[in-house]
């Protein structure tokens, strides 16, 4: 892809320079040829795997936070466990691990926001968006198995890590903070990972999980008091399966429609308006011409 003359960037001189990145070209919607490729199967797994280590971590996070703070159990208070900040660090820190560890096989996504997202970027092709979805929410029904599995009476006591609306709260309010959290995740992933900033500053790609599992964080100091924090349908839909309350079911939908439209605003915001690439398109289609 040759280099073009970006408009907006204008010398000393009275020269416009031109870029020194290169913007990747959109992915196609649909793409058999990557049914073929090793690469896509491989990079599933890793979501999938990703997934399972992400929930099986996070959700027992929670069961211990529960039991130490049970006053039902001998020897706890309030005071004791991890805290709202310390499962806020949990989920932050395993993103910001994993990304690490994930993010030249897959992406990184452990997300379906972020892979939908991603789509509505035209980053990735429909068949892989689909593949990733499958392999994340697999894994996050792996990892809520696990954590149930090793720890099955604490895991049906303290609710299984299932997402469920906060009592007080009603459900315009939850979807509300689920589509702004999200928001704000999708916005760190595009910004974390955009080809301009990579290219200017040439540690961000090293870096870049480091804002992403923040972001998590942030978001999760935020709005657990309110929905105990999805941003993730994965997250939500793996131990809503595992645990098979009625109520983590009533709430699911939440947690699947708040995510998906705070991730496609994010990916528009980003991409069409910080970036304007529809008017870059253009510009560049007019100098060619």
Request: hydrophobic share 45%.
């Amino acid at each position: 892809m040759t280099k073009d003359v970006e408009v907006a960037e204008q010398g000393q001189g009275g020269e416009y320079s031109a870029k020194d990145y290169n913007d990747p070209p959109p992915a196609p919607l649909i793409d058999f040829e990557e049914l073929k490729k090793w690469s896509l199967y491989r990079a599933v797994i890793a979501e999938f795997v990703a997934t399972l280590l992400f929930l099986y971590i996070t959700v027992l996070t929670i069961i211990g936070y529960k039991h130490q703070t049970d006053p039902n159990v001998a020897g706890t208070n309030q005071c004791d466990g991890v805290g709202i900040l310390g499962i806020a660090w949990a989920f932050g820190g395993m993103i910001f691990i994993l990304v690490y560890c994930t993010a030249g096989i897959s992406g990184g996504h452990i997300n379906p926001a972020v892979t939908f997202g991603l789509f509505v970027g035209q980053k990735l092709s429909l068949i892989r968006t689909l593949l990733y979805m499958i392999g994340q929410c697999a894994g996050a029904i792996c990892g809520a198995g696990l954590a149930k599995g090793f720890q099955k009476s604490f895991y049906n006591r303290y609710g299984g890590g299932a997402n469920t609306v906060s009592h007080g709260y009603n459900k315009g309010t939850a979807l509300g903070a689920e589509i702004i959290g999200t928001f704000v995740l999708v916005y760190t992933v595009f910004s974390a990972t955009d080809p301009k900033r990579n290219a200017r500053d040439s540690h961000v790609p090293v870096l870049a999980p480091l804002p992403i599992g923040f972001a998590v964080f942030m978001v999760h100091l935020a709005t657990i008091p309110i929905t105990g924090t999805g941003i993730n349908p994965a997250r939500s839909f793996g131990p809503a399966v595992i645990f098979n309350n009625d109520k983590a079911w009533d709430d699911q939908w939440i947690y699947w429609v708040g995510p998906f439209v705070g991730a496609a605003a994010a990916a528009i915001y980003h991409q069409h308006i910080l970036r304007a690439a529809a008017i870059k398109a253009l510009g560049s289609f007019r100098s060619n011409a």
